[in-house]
């Protein structure tokens, strides 16, 4: 009951009381009363029913007066309002109805709204990160599938206001070059003098045509400051300054010079971006050098690699070994226990290399562990594990993964060797439970990449993981105990399976290690026992080779038979055999590896990078030695990415030094 209902009845009541009391003053004789009392009432009542139907009416017109406006309004904020509106049938996808807004944009610019864009609206193909532009303006989308519509406003000013805005962001980077100490060893002043003319010259030259601020900081190092608008220009150029310094260097001065790059970009202050571009300055390096790696300043950004077309620039030095040994130590004298993981599908450089780190734990009396999964072994590291488990001392290192999850502790180490992707690891849950991690690794660094490693060392020119761990060996201070003969075995058989018996990626350092594991008493022989080739391998390396093709004249491809699964060391002994073919500079294998897996294993005899073909296929590696594994795709789907891969880098894969 309303307001002003209960006022009205309370002035009825009121009135009919006063005039009951009246007629019972004025009339005497009690059926005068009692008429009277009947004829006051009845008016009363025919009154108040009179009174509430006139007030029933006026609310019903009130309400239809006030639908009638709303309708009205709504029609008028729908023709007149700046946002576009289009109501589709939500099972045809076929437009109904736009109004007036929507009509006059899209018409008015020759556009018509189909029933295939509207599909392509509700995929999202039409609609760029649910953007669309019609004519020169542009509009934000809203699709609401469910109720059949969909709204769009003009941004056009915002998205202006915000391009100009990422095209002033700040860019700001630092240029090294690689091998500024090697060419000036034996160069007398004059030299000198010439060269750093030369490089400042080239730099500066190329910066400024670039529209970027720079300075000299020291003879090898310059840094420089644009605007993202410019970046985004030498971004599109891939840094051609480092083909215009390695090609030129060659032909003006007789020395090849190259240069590593690391930019940062964004909207921070200058020392985070200072910060970042020194990281990335870093990834360059241990890349092996002669690229730019470029990355906006966010964590969740993923950088982009520009050059890397020549082979890693050895700056490995034993002052900075011998560092890394020290620094090691320490962290290992910090952990409770240690634990030591290679990548899945382990081989021989993961094996040695990770009983190597066992032995540098046990020098300071450290609990340690190495991690593997026995379900996902090649021939030779299976092998290579009977001969550990004859040696009751190092059986007991091997753990799986699933044990080491159980057992280890609040202060565990994890040392990941021979890898750097926490994607490629023997097993993910065990890696997310570290929270201290070190990283020995000889393969470019990628994208993915352990956050807040205590020890990074990654040497991209050396030729194994064994390699680098032999080096920390011969620097560790405390020597209790020498390495034992299997100890210095499994080392050499790293190195030498790396190697390709000391044929790709050898330096005077590999020899160096060699030669102190072989005065250890590595037994070569022993090795070649563990790399002998079995029947059934020989026969399906041979079934691979059978079936492969040209993609260029120096390049090879082959392709395992489809309803086959092949190891790891089945695919790389085929891509190792089409490598030694005569005119071959680069094979490939495809393979299915397990249900779902496709394996592609690359070589080449230094003249192709393969490690940038198969970065573009999701995978890594060395320059001459890399490989992949892509899921849920077809053998046929996998070999025509690499055909369209090859064809659309196919400038930039010869080796500059060729």
Not at 377 to 402: F, G, H, N
Request: one cysteine or more; proline letters at 2%; charged letters at 25%.
């Amino acid at each position: 009951m309303n307001k002003q209902l209960k006022i009205q009845l309370s002035l009825n009541i009121l009135f009919l009381c006063l005039a009951e009391i009246i007629g019972m003053m004025l009339f005497s004789l009690p059926w005068m009363r009692i008429a009277w009392l009947v004829v006051i009432n009845g008016i009363g009542a025919c009154f108040f029913i009179w009174q509430l139907i006139t007030l029933e009416k006026n609310q019903e017109e009130i309400i239809e007066w006030v639908n009638e406006n709303a309708e009205s309004s709504i029609k008028q904020v729908l023709d007149t309002m700046p946002v576009g509106i289009v109501r589709f049938n939500k099972k045809t996808k076929k437009k109904i109805w736009m109004n007036p807004f929507a009509e006059y944009i899209i018409t008015s610019n020759n556009e018509i709204i189909s029933k295939r864009e509207i599909r392509q609206f509700i995929n999202q193909d039409k609609i760029n990160n649910h953007f669309w532009i019609i004519g020169n303006k542009k509009y934000y989308f809203y699709l609401y599938e469910q109720e059949g519509l969909i709204y769009f406003f003009d941004v056009t000013n915002e998205q202006n206001l915000k391009e100009k805005l990422i095209k002033n962001q700040s860019a700001l980077g630092v240029i090294s070059v690689d091998n500024y100490d090697d060419i000036t060893e034996k160069m007398d002043e004059k030299e000198m003098a010439n060269l750093n003319s030369y490089l400042t010259s080239k730099i500066t030259d190329w910066l400024k045509s670039q529209y970027a601020f720079s300075r000299k900081l020291t003879s090898e190092k310059y840094i420089f400051i644009a605007q993202y608008a410019h970046l985004k220009k030498m971004i599109e150029k891939k840094f051609d300054l480092l083909d215009k310094v390695r090609n030129g260097s060659n032909s003006d001065i007789g020395k090849t010079i190259t240069l590593s790059i690391g930019v940062s970009y964004g909207a921070g202050d200058m020392y985070s971006l200072g910060v970042a571009a020194n990281n990335n300055l870093e990834i360059a390096l241990v890349r092996g050098g002669d690229q730019a790696v470029v990355k906006e300043d966010l964590e969740m950004a993923r950088p982009m690699y520009f050059g890397g077309i020549s082979n890693s620039i050895v700056k490995r030095t034993r002052v900075r070994t011998r560092a890394m040994a020290m620094a090691l130590k320490g962290i290992m004298q910090e952990a409770e226990e240690i634990y030591v993981m290679g990548h899945e599908f382990p081989d021989m450089d993961v094996i040695g290399s990770s009983i190597g780190i066992a032995y540098i734990a046990r020098l300071y009396d450290i609990a340690v562990y190495v991690v593997l999964d026995r379900k996902k072994l090649i021939l030779d590291v299976e092998r290579c594990l009977k001969e550990i488990e004859q040696v009751p001392t190092m059986a007991k290192l091997i753990i799986s993964p699933q044990k080491a999850i159980s057992q280890h502790k609040e202060n565990s180490l994890l040392v990941m060797v021979d890898h750097s992707n926490p994607l490629l690891t023997i097993n993910t849950e065990l890696y997310e439970i570290f929270k201290k991690v070190v990283v020995i690794d000889h393969h470019r660094r990628g994208a993915e990449f352990p956050k807040n490693p205590l020890l990074s060392y990654i040497e991209s020119a050396a030729s194994s993981v064994s390699e680098l761990v032999t080096e920390l060996i011969q620097y560790q201070s405390v020597r209790v105990e020498q390495l034992s003969r299997l100890e210095a075995t499994l080392l050499l058989a790293g190195i030498i399976v790396d190697t390709k018996s000391f044929m790709i990626r050898t330096t005077s350092r590999t020899f160096d290690a060699a030669s102190f594991l072989r005065v250890l008493g590595a037994d070569s022989e022993k090795v070649q026992a563990l790399f002998a080739n079995d029947l059934s391998i020989y026969l399906k390396i041979n079934e691979i080779v059978e079936n492969s093709k040209f993609i260029k004249e120096d390049i090879i491809v082959a392709v395992g038979e489809a309803e086959k699964v092949y190891d790891s060391l089945t695919i790389a002994k085929a891509a190792d055999t089409l490598l030694s073919m005569a005119g071959i500079k680069a094979s490939f294998v495809i393979s299915k590896r397990e249900e779902e897996i496709i394996s592609i294993s690359a070589r080449s005899k230094g003249k192709i990078n393969v490690q940038l073909i198969m970065e573009k296929m999701g995978g890594g590696g060395h320059f001459d030695n890399a490989a992949a594994q892509l899921h849920r795709v077809t053998l046929q789907e996998v070999e025509d990415k690499l055909f369209k891969v090859i064809d659309e880098n196919i400038d930039e894969i010869y080796n500059a030094d060729e």
